[in-house]
């Protein structure tokens, strides 16, 4: 019997034995997002089994029970994202979805099974190509994970909030540029109002990240190690992030990609027209995130330090591109200029005259996270290593590449070092300029490529196999549970992200609708927090109800803001309603704490319009939370 009517009758047994688990589990009052993870288990490990008869004495037991494993753990959190895609974003029935389901699961398992995970060194340390096969399953993995848990994954505050920005469009705002509100602007009038169409734009600008990244990497290395680039784009935890949920980083991290490349084509490359791709992306960049402009500070101190580059600081080239920049970012100068500078303030000034905090631990916390315990090995190995220089193998001037790129990586780093000894850093503000040395961070993957120098890079090259599959299996696990939970695996008392939004949503709805039903009027949503909540619900009660034209912004977003009427901080819901335009009006205030009912201000203001009463929230059928409120009506004056 051959390979492939072997592979198709393993199928064919793990789809029928799937389903079967499945319909009985159902009929037995399982929930289907239980179900599925029940009725997936033995249709794996019998499959497991017939694949180690097939193959006789090889694999051996442990091998094949290793894999079995592994491939059975990736296939189940990818198989849990396309389920509840089927079900919560298509429409499907479970019944129906899981149909589809099982057919695409057993191939996805059974490939996994002939690539044999847990038996090669991911990636290989051989130049074969089942070594680049697996590298590209996991790349392929990785983007399916994003692309399948962006539409039931429920958003972040952050991406309520941005989404927000996006319903009151501008050519900037207070804590950001606009990049990010206008990416979610054109992709919810494409694709609608959903946790979908809001992300689409961050899987997008990491596609445009991965493609810059590889081509750089190309360039320096060749396809082999360009790939493991790739791959490491599509693995570190500051690339999967802002690639699978929207906010400013994620066209920053396409920028600053973009901008590397076309550095390199006009200062290595001596491309004179690649001068405009360097102004065009930093120019986005600088619509997407001020810190942008330390990318072009770096390229100002690589021109006066690198002596075969100063001679661009005599031609136009470089002041097209800055005037480029300019012109890019004109609209953020306009909006500043009648705000009272207010975002460049806020950015400015406003952080660095914050509360004296030394928080070097943090930022270096920070980039452990963003980069894994692996990934900061590698990175110090190229940094440290002086053999990185000899890296090159594509172009007769990796020196000044090096030199490049690393002043490109350090002098933002730098920055940030200095800012962090007397100032709060914030998780990912270090992200981009990783992107910088990526492309010899690649070449720790492979490590049969160099034989690597010093103790830290030895480390580095022996942990990326594991690190990989580890990594991989984790953001499967986290997606999962966030999304579909596990079989008696409770969620923790207070929800993580925006988990039961939706549901606090429909249930806040209903009291409103009430109360305007049987008013007539037409209520302000508080919420007694920052900006989240408020961004939450505006969102997710926008969803739930009749969708607004394209050009009409919704009710929900009208009468929703954030605490700033009782003194917190709520950024753009100053702007958007200011505390003069909601004299006597009635509001329903919200909090999650019930002794904000009590606060002084929100006492001060108000008058108590009704009893404080409990809302519980609920996700996946278990209680996560409890929020208060109340009617009150707002003082005039």
């Given at each position: ?9 393993s199928a064919?047994v793990?789809?029928v ?12 009052g ?6 599925q993870?029940?009725?997936?288990v ?13 193959n006789?004495?090889?694999p ?5 029970l ?7 753990m990736l296939t ?13 974003v ?5 019944g ?8 695409f ?6 490939s996994?099974?002939r690539?044999?995970i847990p ?5 290989d ?26 539409g039931?994954f429920?958003i972040l505050?952050?991406?309520?909030y ?8 501008d ?9 990010v509100a ?10 609608g ?7 689409i ?10 493609y810059?990244?590889y ?19 599509a ?15 994620s ?14 084509r ?12 360097v ?7 600088m ?7 330390l ?36 609209p953020?100068?306009v ?14 000034p ?13 930022l ?6 963003l ?15 002086r053999?990185?220089?000899?890296f090159d193998?594509?172009?007769?001037s ?12 350090i002098?933002p780093?730098a920055?940030?070092v200095?800012?962090?000894l007397?100032r709060n850093?914030k998780?990912?503000?270090t ?21 690597p120098t ?10 990326w196999?594991?690190t990989?599959?580890?990594v991989a ?5 986290a997606?999962?549970?966030l ?10 008392r207070?929800a ?5 939004m ?7 709805d ?12 037409v209520p302000?949503i508080?919420c ?11 969102f997710y009660?926008?969803?739930i109800?009749?969708a ?15 605490g ?5 901080n709520?950024?753009?819901y ?6 003069k335009t909601l ?7 919200i ?8 606060d002084a201000r ?5 008058e108590?319009?009704?009893?404080v ?21 707002l003082k005039?004056?």
């Amino acid at each position: 019997m051959n390979d492939k009517i072997r592979f198709r009758m393993s199928a064919l047994v793990m789809i029928v034995v799937d389903l079967t688990a499945f319909f009985v589990g159902i009929r037995s009052g399982i929930s289907w997002n239980t179900a599925q993870v029940i009725s997936f288990v033995p249709a794996a490990a019998m499959t497991c089994v017939l694949w180690r008869l097939k193959n006789g004495s090889t694999p051996t037991w442990p091998r094949c029970l290793s894999t079995c494993a592994i491939v059975g753990m990736l296939t189940l959190f990818l198989r849990g994202g396309s389920l509840a895609t089927l079900v919560t974003v298509v429409g499907l029935s479970p019944g129906a979805a899981i149909l589809f389901t099982t057919v695409f699961s057993a191939a996805v398992f059974l490939s996994g099974l002939r690539l044999q995970i847990p038996s090669q060194s991911v990636p290989d340390t051989e130049p074969n190509d089942g070594g680049r096969r697996l590298t590209i399953a996991f790349v392929v993995y990785l983007v399916l994970l994003r692309l399948f848990y962006g539409g039931p994954f429920e958003i972040l505050f952050e991406e309520g909030y941005y989404w927000n920005y996006a319903q009151h469009l501008d050519i900037s705002y207070l804590d950001h540029p606009p990049m990010v509100a206008w990416l979610i602007w054109a992709s919810t009038t494409l694709f609608g109002h959903s946790e979908f169409s809001v992300r689409i734009g961050a899987l997008v600008c990491w596609a445009v990240t991965g493609y810059y990244t590889y081509r750089l990497t190309d360039a320096l290395h060749g396809a082999r190690i360009a790939l493991r680039a790739l791959l490491l784009v599509a693995l570190l935890p500051i690339f999967f992030g802002f690639g699978l949920v929207i906010t400013p980083d994620s066209p920053l991290l396409a920028c600053w990609a973009g901008a590397l490349y076309y550095l390199y084509r006009s200062l290595i490359g001596e491309k004179r027209a690649a001068w405009i791709g360097v102004g065009i992306f930093l120019g986005l960049g600088m619509l997407s995130k001020y810190v942008t402009a330390l990318l072009g500070g770096a390229t100002l101190l690589f021109l006066m330090v690198d002596s075969r580059s100063r001679k661009w600081l005599s031609r136009p080239e470089p002041y097209l591109a800055f005037f480029i920049v300019l012109v890019f970012f004109l609209p953020v100068i306009v909006w500043n200029a009648q705000h009272d500078w207010g975002s460049f303030y806020f950015q400015g000034p406003g952080r660095l005259m914050g509360k004296y905090n030394f928080d070097l631990p943090d930022l270096i916390g920070s980039i452990l996270i963003l980069l894994t315990p692996t990934g900061f090995a590698s990175a110090i190995a190229t940094v440290t290593s002086r053999r990185t220089v000899d890296f090159d193998l594509q172009t007769g001037s990796g020196s000044r590449t090096y030199r490049l790129l690393l002043t490109l990586t350090i002098f933002p780093l730098a920055v940030f070092v200095a800012f962090s000894l007397f100032r709060n850093i914030k998780l990912s503000w270090t992200g981009p300029l990783w992107l910088g040395i990526l492309p010899y961070m690649a070449v720790f993957v492979v490590s049969n490529h160099r034989r690597p120098t010093g103790r830290v890079a030895v480390w580095a090259s022996r942990a990326w196999p594991a690190t990989i599959v580890v990594v991989a299996l984790l953001y499967g696990a986290a997606l999962h549970y966030l999304v579909l939970g596990f079989p008696a695996v409770p969620y923790p008392r207070k929800a993580l992200m925006g988990m039961g939004m939706e549901d606090l949503a429909r249930k806040v709805d209903t009291v409103v609708e009430t109360y305007e039903r049987q008013t007539g009027d037409v209520p302000i949503i508080v919420c007694m927090d920052t900006y989240r909540l408020a961004s939450w619900l505006a969102f997710y009660r926008t969803k739930i109800s009749v969708a607004p034209s394209v050009f009409e912004m919704p009710k929900a977003v009208r009468d929703t803001t954030g605490g700033h009427l009782f003194g917190k901080n709520s950024m753009m819901y100053r702007y958007w309603h200011p505390l003069k335009t909601l004299s006597n009006r009635t509001i329903l205030f919200i909090t999650d704490d019930r002794e904000d009912m009590q606060d002084a201000r929100v006492i001060l203001l108000t008058e108590p319009l009704g009893e404080v009463r409990k809302l519980a929230v609920e996700k996946n059928g278990k209680v996560l939370r409890a929020y208060y409120y109340r009617w009150l009506r707002l003082k005039a004056g």
